[in-house]
């Protein structure tokens, strides 16, 4: 059966984003994006396992000695999350730089055309002026989030909820470029995700993990953009026009 046809979880959209990763037909949109990736989880991993490792032993020289137990479950939980959070931001910061490069990937995947008009320049301020817009939509619920996670005993339940907003977060990043290019403002991609949750926080959740694999996070941004064209065809409420690309062939 087509997975035009075929509901798909959110894991198995990302897969074959990074299956059709180098597809001739975008092959080119590509190559930018990844060297944009290559650059910043370059020098964002080696920065942030120093920033990991000082907000670790600073969350254990805080706590009394009578609460060292705490440090103990407390530590491994907060290194992840923390690692999680760094993991977002490079994302944020790089699908800024590269917005107008995946807009143009998303629209030619689904073998459409962008839009809105005005050419590449027109695509490109729309993009990065998106972009901006979701980060100050996943600013306001990251920053008091993250505070959460320097008090001590507190971030042992800030740090699942951080998961989940994180691969919520990053699957609305990913998802908004194929529906935007069919003009649907963040507001209404946000209803078209929370149509299908299941989905939506298992591809979100599942960049949020490749993100932290050395490698394969330099391949996570057009693998993510393809990944979540994808599950765009897959929703019954955006549907593809005749002419939309198979990429299951």
């Given at each position: 059966?087509?997975?035009?046809?075929?509901?798909?979880?959110?894991?198995?959209?990302?897969?074959?984003?990074?299956?059709?990763?180098?597809?001739?037909?975008?092959?080119?949109?590509?190559?930018?994006?990844?060297?944009?990736?290559?650059?910043?989880?370059?020098?964002?991993?080696?920065?942030?396992?120093?920033?990991?490792?000082?907000?670790?032993?600073?969350?254990?020289?805080?706590?009394?000695?009578?609460?060292?137990?705490?440090?103990?479950?407390?530590?491994?939980?907060?290194?992840?999350?923390?690692?999680?959070?760094?993991?977002?931001?490079?994302?944020?910061?790089?699908?800024?730089?590269?917005?107008?490069?995946?807009?143009?990937?998303?629209?030619?995947?689904?073998?459409?055309?962008?839009?809105?008009?005005?050419?590449?320049?027109?695509?490109?301020?729309?993009?990065?002026?998106?972009?901006?817009?979701?980060?100050?939509?996943?600013?306001?619920?990251?920053?008091?989030?993250?505070?959460?996670?320097?008090?001590?005993?507190?971030?042992?339940?800030?740090?699942?909820?951080?998961?989940?907003?994180?691969?919520?977060?990053?699957?609305?990043?990913?998802?908004?470029?194929?529906?935007?290019?069919?003009?649907?403002?963040?507001?209404?991609?946000?209803?078209?995700?929370?149509?299908?949750?299941?989905?939506?926080?298992g591809f979100g959740?599942s960049v949020l993990?490749?993100?932290?694999?050395?490698?394969?996070?330099?391949?996570?941004?057009?693998?993510?953009?393809?990944?979540?064209?994808?599950?765009?065809?897959?929703?019954?409420?955006?549907?593809?026009?005749?002419?939309?690309?198979?990429?299951?062939?």
């Open positions: 059966m087509s997975i035009l046809r075929a509901p798909m979880s959110g894991p198995r959209c990302l897969w074959l984003g990074f299956a059709r990763l180098f597809d001739r037909r975008w092959r080119s949109l590509v190559l930018a994006p990844l060297a944009i990736n290559a650059l910043l989880f370059g020098a964002g991993s080696v920065w942030a396992a120093g920033r990991v490792r000082s907000a670790v032993q600073s969350l254990q020289n805080a706590l009394p000695g009578w609460l060292d137990w705490l440090a103990f479950l407390a530590w491994p939980l907060f290194a992840l999350v923390l690692l999680l959070v760094f993991v977002y931001a490079f994302t944020a910061l790089a699908n800024l730089i590269g917005a107008p490069f995946n807009a143009v990937l998303a629209a030619r995947v689904l073998g459409e055309a962008p839009v809105s008009g005005g050419g590449w320049l027109g695509e490109a301020t729309r993009a990065v002026a998106n972009e901006l817009r979701k980060l100050a939509y996943f600013l306001v619920r990251v920053v008091p989030l993250g505070l959460l996670l320097w008090v001590p005993g507190v971030n042992l339940f800030a740090g699942p909820v951080w998961v989940l907003l994180g691969a919520w977060l990053l699957a609305l990043e990913y998802l908004d470029y194929p529906l935007a290019n069919r003009g649907l403002d963040f507001r209404a991609v946000r209803r078209s995700a929370g149509g299908m949750p299941l989905r939506t926080l959740g993990l490749l993100g932290m694999l050395p490698v394969v996070n330099l391949l996570l941004m057009p693998a993510a953009v393809i990944g979540a064209c994808v599950l765009v065809r897959d929703l019954p409420a955006v549907s593809l026009d005749a002419g939309g690309q198979d990429l299951s062939s």
